[in-house]
Nanobody
Framework: EVQLVESGGGLVQAGGSLRLSCAAS????????IGWFRQAPGKEREGISC??????????DYADSVKGRFTISSDNAKNTVYLQMNTLKPEDTAVYFC?????????????????WGQGTQVTVSS
């Protein structure tokens, strides 16, 4: 059974930083896609940063709204994916989810991911 557990959310002032972690169990970092999504109140869930890996090649995808500010990374030995978020803005406030699929997908399309964590709240104050 695949389980994804997010941590690291919290309250931060605009301009600050947070690092989210997603610990995966029952999931092997080999021919996979895993990433971060978020959902703000009244808005649809959106993909913000994803990793796709197959045959030793890893691709990274970022939404335009977070390019240059957020960085996704993985520690395969720990089965953990991170999202380093810098220069946070109030519009980054949302519940952040980790999601995965056992397929080297490209991109961060919500409906293509099969396994989801419970989410962690990120609140950025102005």
């Amino acid at each position: 059974e695949v389980q994804l557990v997010e941590s690291g959310g919290g309250l931060v002032q605009a301009g600050g930083s947070l690092r989210l972690s997603c610990a995966a169990s029952g999931f092997f970092f080999d021919d996979y896609a895993i990433g971060w999504f978020r959902q703000a109140p009244g808005k649809e869930r959106e993909g913000i940063s994803c990793i796709s890996s197959s045959g030793g090649t890893t691709d990274y995808d970022y939404a335009d709204s977070v390019k240059g500010r957020f960085t996704i990374s993985s520690d395969n030995a720990k089965n953990t994916v991170y999202l380093q978020m810098n220069t946070l803005k109030p519009e980054d406030t949302a519940v952040y989810f980790c999601a995965a699929v056992v397929s080297p997908l490209l991109g961060c399309e919500v409906n293509e991911y099969d396994y989801w964590g419970q989410g962690t709240q990120v609140t950025v104050s102005s």
